[in-house]
């Protein structure tokens, strides 16, 4: 079990994630460690995803749960109340991260052995040791701090 702090990821870097993956419509995208479930939300929303959320926290699980509901997207977004381990992520055509360097580096076998192939793997400020980025951006939500304050990655397995 690997538990990682609760830090929201902010819409603006969600969205670009979700586009430097080229996240389509009808794809699948699965967010472990998925928070409030703001990333699935918006993958369905804004993208016409379906999405999976996997969430250990069981306080952050039912918020998420809570946010789905209220938007209506109960039969787009599952969200799973989990360790990320136990989680078979093979129908996932997208994967988003954002987890600890230390975190990718353990959950990069489960990743290399469970995805298909043309599966993308983004993740939000912390690189998965050992791959190589197929996509890399520095994103800076305001422009007048002068230097990137989120790096996103992208990996094609």
Same mark, same amino acid.
């Given at each position: 079990?690997?538990?990682?702090?609760?830090?929201?990821?902010?819409?603006?870097?969600?969205?670009?994630?979700?586009?430097?993956?080229?996240?389509?419509?009808?794809?699948?995208?699965?967010?472990?460690?998925?928070?409030?479930?703001?990333?699935?939300?918006?993958?369905?929303?804004?993208?016409?995803?379906?999405?999976?959320?996997?969430?250990?926290?069981?306080?952050?699980?039912?918020?998420?749960?809570?946010?789905?509901?209220?938007?209506?997207?109960?039969?787009?977004?599952?969200?799973?109340?989990?360790?990320?381990?136990?989680?078979? *992520? =093979?129908?996932?055509?997208? %994967?988003?991260?954002?987890? !600890?360097?230390?975190? #990718? +580096?353990?959950?990069?076998?489960?990743?290399?052995?469970?995805?298909?192939?043309?599966?993308?793997? *983004? =993740?939000?400020?912390?690189? %998965?040791?050992?791959?190589? !980025?197929?996509?890399? #951006? +520095?994103?800076?939500?305001?422009?007048?701090?002068?230097?990137?304050?989120?790096?996103?990655?992208?990996?094609?397995?």
């Amino acid at each position: 079990m690997f538990i990682s702090p609760y830090v929201a990821t902010p819409f603006k870097v969600i969205r670009q994630m979700l586009i430097l993956a080229e996240l389509k419509p009808g794809e699948i995208v699965y967010d472990l460690g998925s928070g409030d479930g703001r990333v699935v939300i918006m993958a369905a929303q804004e993208f016409g995803a379906k999405a999976v959320g996997v969430e250990l926290r069981g306080d952050l699980a039912k918020r998420a749960l809570n946010e789905v509901m209220k938007v209506n997207l109960e039969s787009e977004i599952k969200i799973v109340q989990d360790d990320l381990f136990n989680i078979d *992520v =093979s129908p996932a055509d997208i %994967i988003t991260l954002y987890l !600890t360097t230390s975190a #990718n +580096k353990k959950i990069k076998p489960k990743l290399e052995s469970e995805l298909k192939p043309g599966a993308r793997v *983004v =993740s939000h400020d912390y690189a %998965i040791p050992g791959w190589k !980025t197929f996509k890399l #951006n +520095k994103f800076c939500e305001n422009q007048n701090l002068g230097y990137p304050s989120h790096t996103i990655y992208v990996y094609k397995i």
